[in-house]
């Protein structure tokens, strides 16, 4: 079977800096753009030898705004990866824009280019909610850029809208989802605001003027509910999608897939190996051009945290997990697990078809409380049923320092 091989690029730069963002982007820093463009296009001429045995089959250009980029600069670097890897003309091929940055003539390159998916930031249609979240743009905007978008011959839309913002009601979130259903994208990301530590909107934790946790709640399955009855079949916690379009390359992170990302902050996960690079553009830009190192964390991933990836991720989607899968990847038994969620499915927390278990949508309110109890049991066998744990144990144990080198 061919191996295939998920890209993702990151492009830091921005207009202004969003009060919620806590992605590795900066604003004011435009006079790196070239010199970045050339040790992206380096760093991709460097690891085509590791990409040299898969097909890649999505390509994502996140942010940060790529739009902001610039569409030349866009396709110079996709460019680089047509040279450099085997991209298959079905590949998924995904630019994240903003509607202030998506302007017709640079869309229309970029689909010549061949990129053939937007997600396009659009976030809320209150005016006031998005000065408020540091948005560049209002409703108007996105409403002409989504029209730029489709004259520009692309037929993969995606919105992304966020819920639970500050000071934002239930009828501000539907009339947001009412008024993005009329643009009919073909894929919508919904997520609830969460409030990173360092971001501005941060000040606003455990105050009134943000949605409690029972009122998000509401606006969630609200979320659920709407797209649903609107065609919109949900794939995974956050994202939903009509019939073939749900987002390829995401689905890679939730099933374990291969990945490589290039960029500062990209994390990439092949095999066993999973490692990222330094969140530092410059510190990024000289590495690469002097052949120092640019890896931030490194590391191989036992089959003990395989084991949990599959849980946490496969339970974010509506696919969900199944015990033939797990005790064909892991060796282990699924019946510790199956006692819990038939616990959950008693509570109306999860449920089963065929033989697939996934959380219905009151579980996936919960998933972080309920995917740690399943953690739990999972520990509790594989520390005393698992056949190849004892092995693992004895083979750390051998190592000369099984503690690892000290730190002063």
């Not at 296009?41 to 085509?48: D, L, P």
């Not at 569409?71 to 994240?96: C, P």
């Not at 999860?350 to 919960?366: E, P, Y």
Request: glycine residues 8%; neutral net charge.
């Amino acid at each position: 079977m061919e191996k295939r091989l998920g890209i993702y690029i990151h492009i830091p730069f921005c207009a202004s800096k969003c009060a919620y963002c806590d992605f590795y982007s900066l604003a004011g820093r435009d006079g790196l753009m070239d010199k970045y463009l050339a040790a992206l296009e380096q760093h991709i001429a460097q690891s085509a030898q590791q990409m040299s045995p898969y097909y890649v089959d999505s390509v994502y250009f996140g942010g940060g705004t790529p739009s902001y980029f610039g569409a030349k600069r866009l396709s110079r670097v996709f460019n680089a990866l047509k040279r450099h890897a085997k991209v298959l003309r079905t590949a998924e091929v995904t630019v994240e824009c903003n509607p202030d940055s998506a302007r017709e003539g640079e869309l229309r390159l970029l689909r010549r280019e061949g990129v053939n998916r937007i997600s396009l930031g659009a976030q809320s249609a209150n005016p006031d909610i998005l000065k408020l979240i540091g948005r560049r743009h209002n409703w108007l905007q996105v409403e002409k850029a989504v029209k730029s978008i489709r004259r520009a011959g692309f037929d993969n839309l995606s919105l992304d809208l966020i819920y639970g913002l500050p000071s934002q009601t239930k009828q501000d979130w539907a009339d947001t989802l009412s008024k993005a259903l009329r643009l009919r994208p073909e894929h919508l990301s919904c997520y609830g605001l969460k409030l990173e530590e360092g971001t501005p909107l941060y000040r606003y934790k455990d105050s009134p003027f943000v949605p409690s946790d029972d009122e998000q709640a509401d606006m969630y399955l609200y979320t659920v509910e709407e797209l649903t009855q609107a065609g919109y079949a949900q794939y995974e916690i956050s994202n939903f999608a009509v019939k073939g379009y749900a987002s390829r390359h995401n689905l890679k992170y939730w099933r374990l897939q291969d990945y490589m990302g290039f960029g500062p902050g990209a994390h990439s996960c092949t095999g066993n190996l999973r490692y990222s690079y330094i969140r530092d553009l410059e510190g990024y830009i000289a590495g690469i051009r002097e052949g120092r190192s640019i890896l931030d964390e490194y590391e191989h991933v036992d089959k003990l945290d395989r084991a949990a990836e599959y849980l946490m991720l496969g339970l974010r989607t509506t696919h969900g997990i199944c015990a033939r899968e797990y005790r064909a990847i892991y060796r282990s038994e699924f019946s510790p697990l199956e006692e819990v969620l038939r616990e959950f499915e008693a509570r109306g927390w999860a449920k089963c078809v065929q033989d697939r278990w996934s959380f219905t949508s009151s579980g996936f309110l919960l998933s972080n409380i309920l995917i740690g109890a399943l953690l739990e049991a999972q520990a509790a066998y594989k520390r005393s049923g698992s056949p190849w744990v004892t092995a693992v144990e004895e083979t750390a144990l051998s190592m000369p320092d099984a503690a690892g080198p000290s730190v002063k």
